[in-house]
């Protein structure tokens, strides 16, 4: 949410333009701020915003369900959300409104499922931020676990898919095999093929080139880095050339 996406173009328009409950939010927090729309790659709807937004509303309805924001999870937001000093205000004007509408979070969630459908892996990206979130503080706690599965749920995403994406930010029973999602017996042209698909997903390189926001593309560079922790420790059991 940098001025980069947050231009001056007047705050009334915005909410009409997103729509839903995101629009409704990023509307009245707006004031004088919108999407610069010049030059865009998402259309007439601006999904970067939705993204952003969307991410923003999650994070302080999961910090609601917890109870307590922590030190950590403050700097843990900010290395998730990109924020200029100049529009540092407006942000957590965004995340205060969030954390106390009576809107509940489902309605944000069941919005960026429907927009980002046909980019599932958009969808893990807010999972993925979420998730660094709420691990800042050394755990995930269970009304937050509750809560990242039920946004998973709304996302689309199976106990499998959750799994796998926990155990790229949870301490799990030490197993690599889960975070590159393949069972331990798995041949190493498996894994070798498993392991250049999942960096070809990730590489934050790949959301740059499709003018992702800036989120997105530190998302992917956590993921990308927890893959490859995992394959160095797979490559060391087995020996591998």
Request: aromatic letters at 8%.
């Given at each position: 949410?940098?001025?980069?996406?947050?231009?001056?173009?007047?705050?009334?328009?915005?909410?009409?333009?997103?729509?839903?409950?995101?629009?409704?939010?990023?509307?009245?927090?707006?004031?004088?701020?919108l999407v610069d729309r010049e030059g865009a790659p998402f259309g007439a709807t601006p999904r970067d915003v939705v993204f952003t937004t969307g991410l923003v509303a999650l994070a302080a309805k999961m910090a609601k369900s917890d109870g307590v924001v922590t030190p950590s999870e403050v700097e843990a937001f900010g290395q998730v959300i990109?924020?200029?000093?100049?529009?540092?205000?407006?942000?957590?004007?965004?995340?205060?409104?969030?954390?106390?509408?009576?809107?509940?979070?489902?309605?944000?969630?069941?919005?960026?499922?429907?927009?980002?459908?046909?980019?599932?892996?958009?969808?893990?990206?807010?999972?993925?931020?979420?998730?660094h979130i709420a691990?800042?503080?050394?755990?995930?706690?269970?009304?937050?676990?509750?809560?990242?599965?039920?946004?998973a749920r709304i996302f689309g995403l199976d106990e499998p898919a959750f799994e796998r994406l926990a155990a790229r930010h949870?301490?799990?029973?030490?197993?690599?095999?889960?975070?590159?999602?393949?069972?331990?017996g798995a041949s190493e042209?498996?894994?070798?093929?498993?392991?250049?698909?999942?960096v070809a997903e990730s590489h934050p390189d790949r959301a740059i080139a499709r003018g992702l926001p800036p989120e997105a593309v530190a998302i992917a560079t956590r993921r990308l880095a927890a893959i490859n922790a995992a394959w160095d420790r797979i490559v060391q059991e087995r020996a591998l050339a």
């Open positions: 949410m940098s001025l980069g996406i947050w231009g001056k173009i007047g705050g009334a328009g915005l909410g009409a333009l997103v729509g839903g409950p995101i629009g409704a939010l990023a509307g009245s927090v707006a004031g004088h701020f990109e924020v200029e000093p100049q529009a540092r205000a407006s942000v957590e004007r965004l995340f205060d409104l969030a954390k106390k509408t009576t809107d509940g979070f489902e309605g944000y969630a069941q919005q960026l499922a429907s927009t980002f459908h046909d980019e599932p892996a958009l969808l893990v990206d807010v999972l993925d931020g979420l998730f691990k800042a503080d050394g755990a995930i706690h269970q009304n937050e676990d509750r809560y990242l599965r039920e946004v949870v301490q799990r029973a030490d197993d690599p095999y889960l975070v590159i999602g393949l069972e331990r042209a498996e894994l070798k093929a498993r392991y250049r698909s999942l």
